[in-house]
């Protein structure tokens, strides 16, 4: 269960992406969707003022020790440097160790390889850093044009705003669709975008309710359980297959079909958590066709079933 938040910074931290983490994990809004979590700002030493990139100063209320009791360690980006503080390598190892959640934001990647944790695991940074990560750590996988990448317990992920996406990940793997798509409408962002997107994408929102990749995105919204063809879907928004597809990944960052396969899964988990409906019948209304189907996908997915799902993230009691 996440609790207790960790977030362990360096001089010359980067302000926002550290804000990006209060936002997330800190703030208190009082929505009995969202919990409340332990959430606590360390150092090496307590008590002694780091430097921003910004160039405020701010002040660590925990030192280290805090790792111990945390279920994610949330690492902020800060300013390239050849040293880390060798107290921070070190606990970050024996959190790894222990199978602890761990969470960077853009160049906190840095850090992160500097403990050893990309050695051989799949991993993000922002794209401009992407050949500095690359060479300073050449066993590590590290993927070019993604918002985030997990590996175990390891999610790393690109910029500010791919930060975000990482985050809520995490709410959602945890705490379940209802948690993250409340907490993104607090915050007024898209609730869900894949880690296998583009980290930039040229139009990220369709302009209006009369473009066709708006009308599209909404057609198949509400037609989950229909089995789309790239062509029927270009004809739709009356454009050629080739543009369409364009089009589609210049506006969404993927393709029609995985745009689709994730709404698909969106849907079946809201069901799982707010109803009672059998499987079958939310595998039917979700698209999947069947429970065998969405069993499978779950597996490759999540690592779980449906049923374990329902039981770990169901918000009303499942019937007698």
Request: charged content about 25%.
């Amino acid at each position: 269960m996440l609790n207790a938040i960790a977030v362990p910074i360096v001089d010359q931290l980067a302000v926002f992406e550290f804000g990006v983490i209060c936002e997330v994990f800190g703030g208190r809004r009082n929505d009995p969707d969202i919990p409340d979590f332990q959430f606590r700002v360390c150092g090496v030493e307590a008590g002694v003022p780091l430097t921003t990139a910004a160039g405020p100063q701010i002040t660590p209320e925990f030192d280290l020790s805090i790792f111990d009791d945390a279920d994610l360690i949330a690492v902020p980006a800060a300013s390239l440097r050849t040293n880390y503080p060798p107290e921070l390598l070190a606990a970050l190892r024996r959190a790894d160790a222990e199978g602890k959640t761990i969470l960077s934001i853009c160049s906190g990647a840095f850090i992160l390889g500097a403990a050893g944790l990309l050695d051989g695991r799949d991993c993000a940074t922002h794209w401009k850093y992407i050949h500095e990560l690359r060479a300073r750590h050449p066993s590590a996988r590290v993927h070019e044009d993604v918002l985030y990448v997990e590996d175990g317990n390891l999610i790393t992920s690109a910029g500010t705003a791919a930060g975000v996406d990482a985050s809520l990940h995490i709410i959602r793997k945890e705490l379940g669709t209802v948690a993250a798509n409340t907490l993104a409408r607090h915050m007024v962002v898209a609730p869900v975008r894949d880690g296998d997107q583009r980290q930039y994408i040229e139009r990220p929102v369709p302009r209006d309710t009369k473009d066709g990749i708006a009308r599209v995105l909404e057609y198949m919204g509400s037609n989950l359980s229909t089995d789309f063809s790239i062509t029927e879907l270009a004809d739709h928004t009356h454009m050629s297959r080739r543009s369409f597809t364009r089009r589609f990944a210049q506006e969404t960052g993927t393709t029609p079909m995985k745009w689709l396969a994730g709404q698909r899964m969106l849907a079946s988990r809201r069901l799982l958590e707010t109803t009672s409906l059998d499987l079958e019948s939310i595998a039917r209304d979700s698209g999947f066709g069947s429970a065998s189907s969405m069993r499978k996908r779950y597996r490759d997915q999540l690592g779980t079933t449906p049923t374990l799902y329902r039981r770990d993230h169901q918000r009303i009691q499942p019937p007698a």
